[in-house]
C-alpha cells in the first residue's frame, strides 16, 4: 500500500486537531474526522475530509487513528463508551497531559486490545506539516515505525522510546528552557529599559547570548552524568557572586528581583552543603529534590 492511500483519523478539531487533519489531507491521505461539535469540520470537509457520525464510526474507517483533544479524562469518556471497540486499533494519542496519565491510559487502552502510542506536539498549529514541526512519541516501537511513514505527513516526528511516559516529560521539560530562556530575557529587558534601551535593541545581544549558552550544554550534560563537577570554566561560588550582582541591580534600579533571588537561594543551598568550588552543573542536586514550601 503507498503510503499517502493509508487510512487516518483524527478525533478532536480544536485549532490543532484541525491542523492534524488538514495535513493528513494535504499528504493524500484519505481522511475522517470527529468532533463533538460537528460544525468545526466543515472546513477540512470542503477540503475533503469525511464527517464520521460516532467515535465507533471514526475508529473503523482508520488504519491510524489520531487523537487531540482537551485532557485524559475526555480520552477515556469518548473511547471508554460501550459501544467504542478498541481491539486491533492503532491509537497515537497527542493530548497533552502528564506522564502518570500517559502511561495509565496506556495500560487501560492496551489492556482494551488497542496498540497504543502516546505523544507531544512541540509546535504551534501554523507550523504542522512542516519540517519546523516536532512532534514526540513513546511507546512500542514496532508500532512507532510502522506508522512513521503516515506519521511524518505532521512533520519531524522522533520516537523516544518504550516508556510511554516519555513525550510527556520531554514537552514539559521544552517547556521549563522555553519559559526559562524567555523569563531571562524578559529580566534583562526589564533592566535595560530603565536606562532607555528597548527590547528590539537588547533581543539581538540576548540571542547571541543564549546561543552561546547553548554550547555549553553537551559539556555539562557529561558531567551530570558522570557525577563530577571539576570547575573548567567557573566556580559556583564565583557564579553566586555575579547572582548578587544582578540581585543588587535589579533592586536599586526597581526592577522586580524575585527570579535571581530564587536561583541564588539554590545556589547558596549547594555551596553550603559544600559545592562552591565545583561547576555550576552541580546544581542539578537542588533541581532534583522537592521544592520547598
Known sequence: MNTTDTPVTVIGLGLMGQALAGAFLKAGHPTTVWNRTSSKADALVAAGARLAPTVGDALEAGSLTIICVTDYQVVRELFGASDVELDGTALVNLT???????????????????????GAIMAVPPAIGTAEAVILHSGSE?????????????????????????????????????????????????LLRTAGVDAATYAPFAQRIAAGVAEWLPGYARQIDSGSFPAEV?????????????????????????????I???????????????????????????SRD
Open 96 to 118: 497533552s497531559g502528564d506522564s502518570a496519565q500517559a502511561r495509565e491510559t496506556a495500560r487501560w487502552a492496551e489492556q482494551r486490545g488497542a496498540r497504543y502510542l502516546d
Open 142 to 190: 514496532a508500532d512507532f515505525e510502522a506508522h512513521k511513514p503516515t506519521l511524518d505527513a505532521l512533520g519531524t516526528v522522533t520516537y523516544l522510546g518504550a516508556d510511554h511516559g516519555l513525550a510527556s516529560l520531554y514537552d514539559v521539560a521544552g517547556l521549563a528552557m522555553m519559559w526559562s530562556v524567555l523569563n531571562a530575557w524578559l529580566q534583562g529587558t526589564a
Open 234 to 262: 567557573s566556580a559556583l561560588e564565583t557564579d553566586a557572586r555575579a547572582m548578587a550582582h544582578l540581585i543588587e541591580e535589579s533592586e536599586a534600579v526597581g526592577v522586580n528581583a524575585e527570579l535571581p533571588k530564587l
Open 264 to 290: 541564588k537561594a539554590m545556589a547558596d543551598r549547594s555551596i553550603a552543603a559544600g559545592h562552591g568550588g565545583e561547576q555550576y552543573p552541580v546544581l542539578i542536586e537542588e533541581f532534583g529534590k522537592p
